[in-house]
């Protein structure tokens, strides 16, 4: 009996920001697709941008992006290339980031250091050696 694998689905979410509340849904690349995305050349013969977002396209699964009526906005690729640029950039960066596997940023950050308030151990010179 072989292995049968699931393919990925990233689920990304803006917590904040321009877009917080936006979640999209997005299958994982196949090693190929990854070479294409990171050298900016597509299957198609697409370069560049052009080409990251046919990809984008083909490989979402779903999003909850909405109109300025509340009307769903379907998740193509002629939706996207009427969706500002900004918008599509941020998905396709933090979609490359989770494919990457690129760490998220710490949700709080480390505190900086503070005095001690426990006094220091007192400490005195040694006494010198003898010599023997």
Known sequence: MGFKRNPKIYRLKW???DYSGLEVSIRSL????LLEAKSGKSASGKDGLEGTVELLADRIVDWNLEDEQGTPVPATLEAMKGEDDDLILDIINKWMEAVSGVP????MPSPS???SQVASIPTEALSPSLAS
Do not use: S
């Open 104 to 107: 998220a940023p710490l949700e």
């Open 113 to 115: 250091g503070e005095i």
């Open 30 to 33: 196949n090693m190929g697709q």
């Open 15 to 17: 917590e904040d920001g």
